[in-house]
């Protein structure tokens, strides 16, 4: 039962989407972000506030939750181009520092409000955070895999 299990999830499940060598699990995580280069009133760093849609031990999918400037975007689009990123584990109370690369930033409009989503490359993180990371993505997984065994009416021994 469970080798069938797992060798065909359903389309919609969340295990399907995740062929990645390090899968992303679905999270709500508040994080705060700064864009090189860009400031407020030409002094103070502009921080802009984003919801991490999708997260795994190397990357994340970000919703910026500010409005992007096409200056801020067209940085974010650059190659080569790293910025740090900071969140809270529900796990923790302390802050995750990490740098960043852009992979993509595409905008949109979704509920009438312009949403800039940003998929990044954890490029730069200390050990113990990435430990607290990889034991947060995989106790999500965790959770998903007996959803889906659940839905499929399969029972754990």
Not at 16 to 28: A, C, E, G, L, T
Not at 53 to 62: P, T
Not at 110 to 127: D, P, Q, S, W, Y
Request: charged content about 30%.
């Amino acid at each position: 039962e469970i080798d069938r299990f797992l060798k065909s999830p359903s389309p919609t499940s969340e295990l399907y989407k995740n062929k990645r060598v390090f899968p992303r699990i679905h999270s709500d995580l508040k994080a705060e972000f700064e864009i090189p280069g860009i400031k407020r009133f030409n002094f103070f760093r502009k921080r802009n506030s984003a919801e991490i849609f999708n997260i795994s031990a190397q990357g994340a999918m970000l919703n910026c939750l500010s409005k992007l400037t096409e200056k801020e975007r067209n940085i974010l689009n650059a190659p080569g181009t790293l910025f740090p990123l900071k969140f809270y584990l529900p796990t923790s109370t302390k802050w995750l520092h990490l740098e960043c690369r852009p992979v993509y930033c595409t905008s949109g409009v979704k509920n009438g409000k312009e949403i800039t989503a940003i998929g990044v490359k954890f490029v730069r993180l200390n050990e113990q955070d990435q430990i607290r990371l990889i034991e947060y993505v995989c106790i999500r997984k965790n959770v998903y895999l007996k959803k889906e065994i659940e839905k499929m009416g399969i029972k754990a021994a």
